[in-house]
């Protein structure tokens, strides 16, 4: 008797260490099972991405745009027909924000749980990036890879940037801000293209949500767009 009752508090000891770790990890950084589950569909999603890139803009989209001289008007046009050819749970571009952990991760369509357990899903609601209106992009902050985990830390003028099959958007942090959740108003179109990043706030509490605001200010066609 008294040796099983060694084992079992060797073992209980054990799974409260465990338990310690864990939680110790997810308030210094994040929930570390579902970001090794976030990982693995990080790199699915990047292959899957690849093959996109690979075959768009198709034949029929670089005829589209090859009478319009206009670098916006070219890449508003690629934008819209790739739009129409999206899914929910497909990786449609890539999310790069050095100023916010050195954030470079996959970016997902769909803003529903297995979506957004795969990486930062665009709202298929708003417009996607270069068409020129908001573009709103919601994320984890300490689960799932949490890729938005360090959004409280960027600042005006701050650089993100979004890569598409298509071509590459450039924006710039014009505020932060906290509302909350009923807010829809923060993805209104205001009349000019804008990024939109949302997550939850604070730090393991969904009462609120952190928004990170920022401008477009450049934008570069994918070479097989660009006029000869």
Not at 74 to 89: S, V
Not at 119 to 141: D, K, Q, Y
Request: hydrophobic share 40%.
């Amino acid at each position: 008797m008294a040796r099983l009752i060694r084992i079992l508090s060797i073992a209980l000891v054990t799974a409260g260490l465990v338990l310690f770790v864990e939680v110790g990890l997810t308030l210094l950084y994040k929930e570390p099972l579902s970001s090794i589950y976030a990982a693995v569909q990080q790199g699915k999603a990047e292959s899957q991405l690849d093959d996109t890139e690979a075959s768009y803009p198709n034949p029929a989209a670089r005829r589209a745009v090859e009478r319009i001289r206009s670098r916006k008007l070219r890449m508003t046009t690629l934008a819209r027909r790739f739009a129409k050819r999206i899914d929910e749970g497909e990786a449609i571009g890539r999310l790069r924000a050095p100023d916010m952990g050195d954030l470079d991760v996959i970016v997902i369509q769909g803003t529903d749980t297995a979506s957004l357990q795969k990486g930062p899903g665009h709202f298929p609601e708003t417009p996607l990036p270069g068409e020129g209106s908001t573009v709103g992009i919601a994320g984890h902050r300490t689960t799932y890879g949490a890729p938005l985990r360090y959004a409280d830390s960027v600042e005006r003028g701050d650089r993100i940037v979004l890569e598409m099959p298509y071509g590459t958007i450039f924006y710039r942090v014009q505020k932060t801000e906290i509302v909350d959740p009923t807010d829809v108003w923060v993805v209104d179109d205001v009349g000019y293209e804008r990024l939109v990043l949302t997550t939850c706030h604070p730090l393991y509490s969904a009462d609120q949500r952190l928004i990170v605001f920022a401008k477009a200010v450049g934008e570069r066609l994918d070479p097989q767009a660009r006029s000869s």
